[in-house]
């Protein structure tokens, strides 16, 4: 198909927890969907290409949790679907508390996503791209129908490979993500301060991934992907 035509690259599977037998993936083609994971040939479909030429480049997809309906993707831009991936629509532009164009300078590559049973109606968004030629990161959480800032960083050791952010499954406000030259994180929703240097024991550069344990109710151990392992 035209995934395997254009040289597609999958950067991230969800499985819905409800459900086994679906997977959503977000690729550098669209979002793809297969309903019968579990077969022995699963027939994946792709059901979202973004709302312009420039928004197929995926990055992230997650289910709303506890919902088999509510879908989030990410690509230079941040969308919702709330009927199983059928249709979507921006949750960013004017009014949302997000809006790019007021960013300027800024121009948005590439999201990461992240989402806590903790609080099923809360998403965070970790916002790569470029301001004046130099790498800049913005971290924002969705709640209540509006975005809400939590960080902002500019440094030329960024990239948009080094999206690391995951969000603790029992404390809805603790996240963490890889920023410059180490990890940050808050644990109440605020302004986040470096918790493992470059230098430091068992850190090193270029964060890739931050997941927390699953299927825990206390103290999840988080764990950091990186160039050094």
């Given at each position: 198909?035209?995934?395997?035509?254009?040289?597609?690259?999958?950067?991230?599977?969800?499985?819905?927890k409800?459900?086994?037998?679906?997977?959503?993936?977000?690729?550098?083609?669209?979002?793809?969907?297969?309903?019968?994971?579990?077969?022995?040939?699963?027939?994946?479909?792709?059901?979202?290409?973004?709302l312009?030429?420039?928004?197929?480049?995926?990055?992230?997809?997650?289910?709303?949790?506890?919902?088999?309906?509510?879908?989030?993707?990410?690509?230079?831009?941040?969308?919702?679907?709330?009927?199983?991936?059928?249709t979507?629509?921006?949750?960013?532009?004017?009014?949302?508390?997000?809006?790019?164009?007021?960013?300027?300078?800024?121009?948005?590559?590439?999201?990461?996503?992240?989402?806590?049973?903790?609080?099923?109606?809360?998403?965070?968004?970790?916002?790569?791209?470029?301001?004046?030629?130099?790498?800049?990161?913005?971290?924002?959480?969705?709640?209540?129908?509006?975005?809400?800032?939590?960080?902002?960083?500019?440094?030329?050791?960024?990239?948009?490979?080094?999206?690391?952010?995951?969000?603790?499954?029992?404390?809805?406000?603790e996240?963490?993500?890889?920023?410059?030259?180490?990890?940050?994180?808050?644990?109440?929703?605020?302004?986040?301060?470096?918790?493992?240097?470059?230098?430091?024991?068992?850190?090193?550069?270029?964060?890739?991934?931050?997941?927390?344990?699953?299927?825990?109710?206390?103290?999840?151990?988080?764990?950091?992907?990186?160039?050094?392992?």
């Amino acid at each position: 198909d035209d995934f395997i035509s254009n040289g597609g690259t999958i950067r991230k599977i969800e499985v819905d927890k409800l459900n086994p037998n679906i997977l959503v993936a977000a690729t550098s083609n669209g979002i793809y969907k297969t309903n019968n994971a579990l077969a022995s040939n699963p027939i994946w479909t792709k059901v979202f290409n973004g709302l312009a030429a420039s928004d197929k480049d995926f990055r992230a997809v997650k289910f709303k949790p506890n919902s088999s309906n509510t879908l989030y993707a990410s690509s230079n831009n941040i969308f919702r679907s709330t009927d199983g991936g059928t249709t979507w629509n921006s949750m960013t532009g004017p009014g949302t508390g997000l809006d790019f164009s007021t960013l300027s300078p800024f121009e948005p590559f590439r999201i990461n996503l992240a989402v806590t049973p903790a609080n099923n109606n809360r998403l965070f968004a970790y916002i790569w791209g470029v301001k004046n030629g130099i790498s800049t990161i913005y971290i924002y959480y969705y709640e209540n129908n509006n975005w809400n800032q939590l960080y902002t960083q500019t440094a030329g050791h960024l990239a948009k490979e080094w999206l690391g952010f995951a969000v603790s499954p029992v404390n809805p406000n603790e996240y963490y993500f890889y920023g410059y030259m180490g990890v940050y994180g808050s644990k109440n929703l605020s302004s986040p301060s470096k918790k493992g240097d470059y230098t430091s024991n068992g850190t090193y550069a270029d964060g890739h991934v931050l997941e927390f344990q699953p299927n825990t109710t206390s103290n999840p151990l988080l764990f950091f992907g990186h160039h050094g392992g």
